[in-house]
């Protein structure tokens, strides 16, 4: 049998200062490689273009569509969903609305009222809108749906931050 290895004070804080020489070295690098790799794993941050939607898939009927955003608050991040109503007008131009009322704030929905069937409706307090997101006067809306800023990349639409108009 074998007797157990001693091991020597000066081979004892080798061991313990390389361990913690090594520790804090990572501690330290941690955040420099996280700076340099993480906008390939981040979600778009707020105001950033977001791939959203294949333009092949847009028609003259608005379509909704949903993404996520990161958002930072100081130290504090959260993620946001956000969602548009797109489509292509008359001229072949995309059209990508908000769908929050600017009354209070509800989601408006296309076309979900049979008695407007051309329409943005909001189901809260019966706001509408006309297809371009322009407020009908009368209705409880004062202003227009936001527009998206968009653009166009092999093929997919992107779509930035939202416009009051
Ligand atoms: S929140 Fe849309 S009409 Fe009031």
Not at 28 to 39: G, K, L, Q, S, T
Not at 62 to 79: L, T
Request: aromatic share 12%.
């Amino acid at each position: 049998m074998s007797e157990p290895k001693k091991v020597s004070r000066r081979q004892f804080l080798n061991y313990t200062l390389t361990g913690l020489g090594g520790f804090m070295a990572a501690g330290m690098m941690a955040p420099m490689v996280r700076f340099a790799i993480d906008p390939v794993f981040k979600p778009s941050a707020a105001g950033e273009f977001t791939s959203v939607a294949d333009v092949e898939e847009l028609t003259n009927e608005p379509q909704r569509f949903e993404w996520e955003i990161e958002q930072v608050d100081g130290w504090y991040e959260s993620k946001v969903q956000k969602s548009a109503w797109v489509y292509r007008n008359e001229d072949d131009e995309i059209v990508a609305l908000s769908p929050v009322c600017t009354h209070l704030g509800c989601t408006v929905d296309w076309a979900s009222n049979e008695e407007y069937p051309n329409q943005f409706f909001c189901p809260c307090h019966a706001g509408r809108y006309t297809k371009d997101g322009v407020n009908i006067p009368g209705t409880p809306p004062t202003a227009p749906l936001p527009v998206y800023e968009s653009k166009v990349e092999e093929g997919m639409l992107y779509l930035g931050q939202e416009i009051a108009r």
